[in-house]
């Protein structure tokens, strides 16, 4: 596996509640754009799945009123 990482240029297209996200979304979490792969509801809140530039997977838990700013990438 190569170490070179991939440069994607991101446009910010739209600011979106935690309940408009989708999978494949490219949001901004802790300053990195990320790719949502999953978005689930809990009691006071939802949980947000996602992967980094590296492939590393995390989930972030945001309650109700949480807004993301949305991202495409640039051609």
Same mark, same amino acid.
């Not at 440069?7 to 990320?34: A, K, R, S, T």
């Not at 700013?69 to 640039?74: D, K, P, R, S």
């Given at each position: *596996?190569? !170490?070179?990482? @991939?440069? *994607? #240029? &991101?446009? *910010? %297209? $739209?600011?979106?509640?935690? !309940?408009?996200? +989708?999978?494949?979304?490219? @949001? *901004?979490? $802790?300053? /990195? @754009? =990320?790719? =949502? ?9 939802? %949980?947000?799945?996602?992967?980094? !530039? &590296?492939? /590393? $997977? $995390?989930? %972030? +838990? =945001?309650? #109700?009123?949480?807004? &993301?700013?949305?991202? =495409?990438?640039? /051609?």
């Amino acid at each position: *596996m190569s !170490d070179t990482m @991939i440069n *994607m #240029d &991101f446009i *910010m %297209v $739209d600011v979106l509640n935690v !309940d408009q996200l +989708e999978p494949n979304d490219y @949001i *901004m979490i $802790d300053g /990195e @754009i =990320v790719q =949502v792969t999953n978005v689930a509801s809990i009691k006071n809140g939802y %949980v947000i799945a996602y992967s980094n !530039d &590296f492939g /590393e $997977d $995390d989930l %972030v +838990e =945001v309650d #109700d009123y949480a807004q &993301f700013n949305l991202y =495409v990438i640039a /051609e």
